[in-house]
């Protein structure tokens, strides 16, 4: 199968616009990178949920730009024709506007991203608007904000109570004239969605954000059963990995330890002269 053109931009703009979806995976690795560009996946958000997911954290805080950078450049490698955009992590942009600006630019130059990812609405604007200014394409991203949930006493959908989702709103048309190129909505309730989407010049990507989005992102081990524990209520499995990759598991380390691999037919052989000539010479 040909590899579809690496998308662009300009290319999300035109779907948003002509009611074509936009295809988003959250992942980490250069294996899932490549299946998904086989598959035709329009980006890639390389998110600081690698934390939860890849080193078993309880959070996101514990991601670290260095981490980060690492699993950029594993997935632009899986993905080279993958829009990918890179999660600035926790107290990556948030002490300063230089400090915004300089890892804004590792994720460009190291990890070779197309975009970063901020969160926040008005308390980030100084600083995305800075990285925009230094030619990095911002992605902005609010509603349920990890590496923000303690100061929302864990609530997920917040956005359920007017206040906030009117505030939400606000901050929406606020980013988007600061100049980010799209926006990443989060357990946002589809009424808040609708209104957003309405007033934004940009395309706007939903998770668990209903179906007015111009497109979709999910964590692909959500979507393929391999995440531990309960996924959220918006997610939907397209497959259950989890068991069968078990299974395999465990009859891998039966066979081991029965005896019954290797066999023959996963060992390397020798010609009979070469292995004659190997044993008479160690006895020499």
Known sequence: ????????????????????KITMLALYDYALAHLAQEAAIDGIIVGDSVAQQVYGHTNTLKATMDMMVRHTQAVRRGGPNLFVIADMPYMSYQPSVEAAVRNAGRFMAEGEADAVKFEGGTNVVEKLAAVIAAGIPVVGHLGFTPQSAAM????????????????????????DRAGVSLLILECVPPAVTDEVVKRLSIPVIGIGSGP?????????????????????????????LAGPVADAFRRYAAEVRGGDYPAVQQCYGMKDQERDAFLRQLQD
């Open 1 to 20: 199968m040909p590899l579809h053109e690496r998308l662009t931009l300009r290319e999300f703009r035109r779907k948003a616009r002509e009611g074509e």
């Open 152 to 175: 929302a006493g864990g609530t997920i959908v917040q956005a359920r109570e007017a206040d906030f989702a009117v505030r939400l709103v606000r901050e929406a048309v606020e980013l």
């Open 212 to 240: 007015s989005c111009h497109g979709v992102v999910l964590l692909a081990g959500d979507i393929l059963g391999l995440t531990p524990g309960r996924s959220p209520g918006f997610v939907k499995k397209y497959a259950d």
